[in-house]
């Protein structure tokens, strides 16, 4: 067992007895945002989630998804396109929530988005320069942020409206019997 940062994992060197090695790299209903993914190095990584079963959330700049999506869709149990900015934090963040809506969690994240500017050291463009690492350092930074902060609060969001619902309900079903129910929540 170890513990990181208020988190324990926990680890054993004996898994490969209970498990056939196709399980242990199986995505099987696994939610995976790819960003890049609409073509190039991206959408062949999402073929691959695909091929392992998981759900995929592909997240680029493109306007449109290139004509191998379409093969995707048949692939995999499903697939999402979102138009976004990875340099762009708040369009970014309101992504990642659209993300969670539709797919319910996210479970991995996949930075595939990237440019690799084509251009001699001594004649690159300061501008060029900023771009490549917005777009392939801190589009990396913000994703990986978001997606890690959807995982810890998921959960925790789904589980608190599920007692809201329920006390609802109670409140509904018990009221009868002159059995007050309340649900306070926090913020």
Known sequence: MT?????TLQRT???FLHNNVFDLFSLKDRVVVITGG???????LAFAVAEAGGQVAILDAAPDTHEHYKLLQERCSKVKYYQSDVTDYDRLKGTFVDIVEDFGRI???ITAAGICPDQPF???DPK???RCFKINTLGTYYCAQLAT???FTSDYCSSKGAVLALGQQLGAELAPVNVRVNCISPG
């Open 128 to 130: 060029s320069v900023e």
């Open 122 to 124: 001594l004649e690159r």
């Open 13 to 15: 060197t004996d898994s």
């Open 107 to 109: 479970d991995g994240l």
């Open 149 to 151: 902060k959807q995982m």
């Open 3 to 7: 513990a990181t940062a208020g988190i």
């Open 38 to 44: 609409a073509r190039g190095i991206g959408l062949a």
